[in-house]
C-alpha cells in the first residue's frame, strides 16, 4: 500500500518527517490543507518559511524564453480557499474539469486546488523526500495548494496507483522523481479504461531523480537559465504555484511483441541507452552518473547494427499514410504507420547506412539537467531525431557531449551527426546488442516504431503561447 504522509515544516527525522510528527496510517484516504497551522504534522506555532515576491522568485533570471512571457502577470498570487479535513472520504470536485485538446479550463489550475504527489524516495540521491519537506511544501504552502503524498515502494507502483486512484479527486497530479517515475505515471494513464479523459489530467514534474530532462525542459520553455538539482527544483516548484498549463506532444511506441508503450520524453538506442542504464549503479552520484557512465562506455565504445527510416516533418503534412495501423490503444490510432511486418511506405525516408553508435527520438529540449540536446526547441506535433553514424571517433563523440551542456554540439559541424525533424519513425535493431531507454527506463531491444501525438497531454509549464508550427521549423542537417 502507499504511504500517506502528513504535511510538515522541517525534516530532521529519518524519513523526511521531523521527530515527533504522525503519519496518516497506511491506506487511509486524507489531505491536507497547507494553509491550515493546526493540521496534523504542522507546527501551530510556526510561520510558514517566507517565499519572495507572493510565490518566489526563480534561480536564473527571466530572459524572455519562449513560455516566459506571462511570468509577470502570474507572480500576483491570490489567498484563501477551504481547508480539506483529515479522513475526509475524496468526493469529485466540482471545480475539476475534462479538458479538450486545444483550450483547457482557462490554461491554469484553480485556486485555491488539491494536488496527488507520487514521490519516489529511492530516487536519485535517494533525498526526494527531505527535499519535499523542506523546498516544496513552504512554497506550496504561500500558493494555496494542498496535497495528499504517496510514496512509491516498488518499480511501476505508480502505474499502478494512478491505474486505480479516483483522479476526479484532484485537480492534477505531480510527479517528484526523476523522468521514469513520470513515465509510469502517463502509461497508469494510458492503461485505463477512461484512458481518453484521464489523460487529460494536468501533470506537473518535480525533480529528485538523476536525470531529470523534462524538468530541465519545462525549466527551458519557462524561459529561465539552465540550472540543476535546488535551484531547478525550486523553478519547478514555482511553475506549479503559479499553475500555468500547456499542451505537450506524446509518443505512441509500438513494438514487434506487440507491446504499446508511451513516452513524454525520449528513445534511445545504442550509446546513450547504454549510458543511462548501466550507470543505474552509480544512481548515488546524482547526475555525475551519467559522467562516469559516458567514460567507461567511451572506453569500449560499440557499434549497433539496425535499420532506421523516418517521415520528415514536412512530408509528413502533405502524404499522409493511407490505411492507418490496424494496431489501437482503445482507439488512439497511429494514423502514419503501418504494421512492423509490412515496409514502411514509400514517401518515408529509409536510411541507407546501417552501424551506428546512437539514435535518439527526443520530445524535448533536454536529455538531462545539463545535456541541452535540443537547443531548436520543443514542435508541436514533432520530435527530434539524431542519429550518429560509425566511424566517429572517441575523441569527437566526448567533444560532443561535452559541447551539448550548452546546446552547443550542432556547431562542431560533425559529419557523422545527423538530426532531422520527424513525426514518425521505425527502428529494427539486427544483431541484438544493446537496450533501448524509454524515458530513461529499459526495454527490449526488438523492432520498434513510434508516432507523436502532438498536444495530447497538459503539463505546468511557464506559459500558454502555442508551439511552433511544422512549416516553420528549420529544414533538417543531413
Not at 494536488?115 to 533525498?127: C, E, I, S
Not at 530513461?440 to 497531454?457: C, I, K, N, R, T
Request: net charge negative; hydrophobic share 40%; with cysteine.
Amino acid at each position: 500500500m502507499p504511504k500517506c504522509l502528513a504535511p510538515c515544516t522541517d525534516s530532521d527525522g529519518p524519513d523526511g518527517r521531523p521527530p515527533g510528527s504522525r503519519p496518516v496510517p497506511v491506506g487511509r484516504s486524507a489531505a491536507f490543507s497547507l494553509s491550515d497551522p493546526a493540521a496534523p504534522g504542522n507546527d501551530a506555532g510556526a510561520p510558514a518559511a517566507p517565499v519572495s515576491g507572493g510565490e518566489g522568485e526563480p534561480h536564473s533570471s527571466d530572459h524572455g524564453g519562449r513560455l516566459g512571457s506571462t511570468d509577470k502577470r502570474l507572480k500576483e498570487g491570490a489567498a484563501g480557499g477551504a481547508p480539506t479535513a483529515l479522513g475526509t472520504s475524496c468526493e469529485p470536485d466540482s471545480r475539476v474539469e475534462v479538458m479538450d485538446s486545444v483550450a483547457g479550463p482557462g490554461g491554469q489550475l484553480p485556486r485555491p486546488c488539491t494536488v496527488l504527489v507520487l514521490l519516489n524516495p529511492r530516487g536519485g540521491k535517494g533525498k526526494g523526500l527531505q527535499l519535499f519537506w523542506k523546498q516544496v511544501q513552504p512554497q506550496l504552502v504561500q500558493a494555496d495548494i494542498s496535497f495528499k503524498l504517496l510514496l512509491t515502494e516498488r518499480k511501476n507502483h505508480a502505474r499502478e496507483m494512478v491505474r486505480a486512484e479516483e483522479l476526479g479527486c484532484w485537480d492534477a497530479l505531480v510527479v517528484m522523481s526523476g523522468d521514469g517515475l513520470m513515465y509510469e505515471v502517463i502509461n497508469g494513464l494510458m492503461d485505463r479504461p477512461d484512458w481518453e479523459t484521464a489523460i487529460k489530467k494536468p501533470l506537473c514534474s518535480l525533480p529528485a531523480g538523476s536525470g531529470n530532462a523534462l524538468a530541465a525542459s519545462l525549466n527551458h520553455y519557462a524561459g529561465y537559465e539552465q540550472v540543476t538539482n535546488d535551484d531547478l527544483l525550486t523553478n519547478c516548484t514555482l511553475l506549479l504555484c503559479r499553475r500555468v498549463l500547456a499542451p505537450m506532444n506524446l509518443l505512441s511506441l509500438q513494438m514487434a511483441s506487440g507491446l504499446r508503450l508511451f513516452s513524454v520524453l525520449s528513445l534511445a538506442w545504442g550509446f546513450i541507452a547504454d549510458v543511462d542504464i548501466e550507470s543505474e549503479k552509480y544512481r548515488r552520484l546524482g547526475e555525475m552518473r551519467f559522467t562516469l557512465g559516458t567514460f567507461l562506455r567511451l572506453a569500449a565504445l560499440r557499434i549497433y547494427r539496425g535499420r532506421l527510416a523516418y517521415l520528415p516533418v514536412g512530408v509528413a503534412s502533405k502524404k499522409p499514410t493511407g490505411s492507418p495501423l490496424e494496431q489501437q490503444h482503445q482507439g488512439l490510432v497511429d494514423a502514419h504507420l503501418v504494421p512492423l511486418e509490412e515496409p514502411v511506405p514509400s514517401h518515408w525516408t529509409v536510411v541507407p547506412e546501417q552501424d551506428f553508435v546512437l539514435v535518439l527520438a527526443l520530445l524535448h529540449s533536454h536529455l538531462g539537467s545539463e545535456m541541452f540536446a535540443a537547443p531548436m526547441g520543443s514542435m508541436a506535433g514533432a520530435m527530434h531525431l539524431f542519429y550518429v553514424r560509425a566511424g566517429i571517433s572517441r575523441a569527437m563523440l566526448l567533444r560532443l557531449f561535452l559541447a551539448m551542456e550548452k546546446g552547443r554540439h550542432m556547431e562542431l559541424d560533425c559529419p557523422y551527426l545527423v538530426y532531422v525533424p520527424v513525426v514518425a519513425f521505425r527502428l529494427e535493431p539486427q544483431d541484438g546488442k544493446g537496450v533501448f531507454a524509454v524515458d530513461g527506463e529499459m526495454a527490449v531491444s526488438e523492432a520498434v516504431q513510434g508516432q507523436v501525438h502532438p498536444d495530447y497531454l497538459w503539463v505546468v509549464s511557464g506559459g500558454t503561447e502555442s508551439l511552433p508550427s511544422l512549416e516553420s521549423q528549420p529544414l533538417p542537417r543531413l
